[in-house]
């Protein structure tokens, strides 16, 4: 009797690890389906959710960081038609981003619309000195008259410079050549970023995921043009303008949840009027969370000839050697017909003949390299920099005589890092409100599936053992 209830017992352990073991195996489809469900009613964009909140006005600071190549040889350069020779100065520090976004319309078709306010506010504390330090750069006029205006009326641009005692380079104080200063040639405004403060970047219509979680925060029209299909109106030279907008572009904020980091990112950039894509490197922990670390690919830049999506953003043959040029982007297009090239940061990834043309670049892939880390499971962008290196063209002319050139010269202006990362406070939060509960959901799963095959298996084990033992008795 005694034996049959010790089998009877061990059987019944069995049965019972059994059970918890398959309880612990039901709770992984079932606990992941629970964190799907969860995190897709958060990361809709509608009034309520977590997602809602961070969108509408950004949580973290973010900064854009700015430095000036300083020309240090300008004479030599004008009578003698030497290489430039810069110094990089700066960071000058602006706090951007800071203003919720205006004009917020939910739509019928699951999208919604707004208008991104701009605004940037000097931080003297994170900058190298003031805005009025002087630097000695290109002058915009006169470098964007000499390739706007054809050739054959290069004489009245002649008789105009030398009306307006103006010159290829300049004098100006950092603020005066970033937001804007009275130029004498024009008799306007004109600054590399201006106008700025109090404008507005969109309209925007993106996707709020409600019928579609795949499609949160996709956008759908900026300024009023449907994307990935054409921006027509913007850029009539190629027939590869649908390649503008890459498919489901984001504005780089956040992406859809359960991130799959064989796929890249893409999002959209309107400093650039266009999308990008970003490719997975590696797993990073930050402040405690895991993300995926994306870094821009390098076929982003790459010429026509490598990389065709490209081929809208050649529009100068001689300046672009027949569209070989790697490195530089060609926007005038859509900066109202502004001469603008923009490259990574000391021309990264760019053809020898870039950096060859101008002395003191020095590119770095870790300090002039775009990044995004995004944490898989919500699709939120913890931590991110963008770079971008702002330049204009000047070359050789037969009537224009400020010059003694004889190639086309692509000169940097100004580089910008515009970063932000999420704080200890926010961390905390996310790590409390997510992380925790998805590691704890998980440490129950493998306790509860751990125990119960322990259990299982050692009263089967000693069931046997005691089956054994009686049948030698018997």
């Not at 489809?29 to 009613?41: A, L, Q």
């Not at 504005?251 to 359960?258: G, I, L, T, V």
């Amino acid at each position: 009797m005694g034996c049959c209830n010790r089998r009877c017992g061990l059987i019944a352990g069995a049965v019972l690890g059994a059970v918890v073991a398959i309880l612990g195996g039901i709770l992984i489809p079932v606990g992941n389906i629970v964190i799907e469900g969860t995190v897709e009613k958060e990361a809709v964009i509608e009034s309520g959710t977590t997602a809602y909140d961070n969108w509408v006005s950004t949580g973290a600071n973010v900064y854009r960081q700015l430095w000036i190549f300083d020309l240090k040889n300008p004479i030599e350069v004008l009578q003698y038609g030497a290489r430039p020779v810069v110094v990089e100065k700066g960071p000058y520090t602006y706090r951007i981003r800071y203003l919720p976004k205006e004009n917020i319309t939910f739509n019928p078709n699951n999208t919604v619309s707004f208008l991104l306010p701009q605004g940037a506010i000097f931080e003297p504390s994170m900058s190298v000195g003031s805005e009025e330090d002087n630097v000695t750069s290109l002058n915009l006029a006169v470098a964007g008259a000499y390739s706007l205006v054809p050739p054959l009326l290069h004489f009245v641009l002649e008789n105009r410079i030398k009306a307006s005692n103006s010159s290829l380079f300049q004098r100006r104080t950092v603020k005066e050549l970033l937001w804007g200063y009275t130029d004498p040639l024009l008799n306007g405004t004109i600054g590399v970023f201006s106008p700025y403060n109090g404008t507005y970047d969109g309209y925007y219509n993106v996707y709020n995921g409600k019928d579609d979680i795949s499609k949160v925060g996709i956008i759908d029209r900026w300024r009023g043009e449907e994307t990935p299909f054409s921006l027509d109106n913007i850029y009539k030279t190629s027939s590869a303008l649908n390649n503008v907008f890459l498919p489901f572009s984001s504005d780089a904020s956040s992406f859809p949840p359960f991130v799959d980091k064989k796929k890249p990112l893409y999002f959209f950039s309107s400093d650039i009027c266009r999308s990008v894509s970003a490719g997975y490197e590696k797993k990073l922990n930050l402040k405690g969370i895991e993300v995926y670390h994306y870094t821009l690919q390098p076929s982003t830049l790459a010429s026509p000839t490598v990389n065709p999506d490209n081929q809208c953003f050649c529009r100068d043959m001689k300046t672009t050697k027949n569209c070989t040029l790697a490195g530089v982007l060609d926007i005038s297009s859509c900066q109202d017909g502004r001469p603008i090239y923009i490259s990574l940061p000391h021309f990264l990834h760019g053809s020898p003949s870039l950096q060859d043309q101008v002395v003191g670049l020095n590119p770095n892939e870790e300090h002039h390299n775009t990044f995004l880390d995004v944490e898989p499971t919500t699709g939120f962008t913890l931590r991110f920099a963008k770079r971008i290196q702002v330049n204009m063209m000047y070359g050789p002319s037969k009537v224009i005589t400020y010059v003694k050139v004889k190639d086309y010269t692509i000169f940097p202006l100004v580089w910008l890092n515009e970063t932000a990362t999420l704080d200890d406070e926010t961390a905390d939060m996310f790590k409390r409100e997510l992380t925790s509960r998805i590691q704890m959901l998980d440490i129950i799963q493998k306790t509860l599936l751990g125990v119960g095959v322990s259990v299982f298996c050692l009263c089967l084990i000693s069931y046997f053992v005691v089956w054994r033992g009686e049948g030698k008795l018997a």
